[in-house]
């Protein structure tokens, strides 16, 4: 059975950082695509960032330069490092795991390409 659990989620002021981290079970992180959604209430869910197998990524323009997605292999666990939060990074942050052993080819999977599911974790930025 496949489980993705998120921990690291928080409150910080703007320009704070935080790290989430997805640990997988009965699922190995650098065989597939994963990625880091996020939703904040009354918005449609949003992927912020994917790593295919071979560590190649890619960013949502809002995250761009301020998030960084990679993964350990030992641990078999993903990370979201996130850097000079914003108030609009507020959100519930999901990691999500396809079955896809793809090279990314500079485009985002579709959510539908996604099929575990982490809880979630709370993210949380004041001004």
């Known amino acids: 059975q496949v489980q993705l659990v998120e921990s690291g989620g928080g409150s910080v002021q703007s320009g704070g950082s935080l790290r989430l981290s997805c640990v997988a079970s009965?699922?190995?992180?650098?065989?597939?695509?994963m990625a880091w959604f996020r939703q904040a209430p009354g918005k449609e869910r949003e992927e912020v960032a994917v790593i295919d197998p071979i560590g190649s990524t890619i960013y949502a323009d809002s995250v761009e330069g301020r998030f960084t997605i990679s993964q350990d292999n030992a641990k078999n666990t993903l990370f979201l490092q996130m850097d000079s939060l914003k108030p609009e990074d507020t959100a519930m942050y999901y990691c999500?795991?396809?079955?896809?052993?793809?090279?990314?080819?500079?485009?985002?999977?579709?959510?539908?390409?996604?099929?575990?599911w982490g809880q979630g974790t709370q993210v949380t930025v004041s001004s």
């Open positions: 999500a795991g396809s079955r896809l052993n793809v090279r990314l080819g500079g485009y985002f999977l579709e959510e539908y390409e996604y099929t575990y």
């Open positions: 009965g699922y190995t992180v650098s065989s597939y695509c």
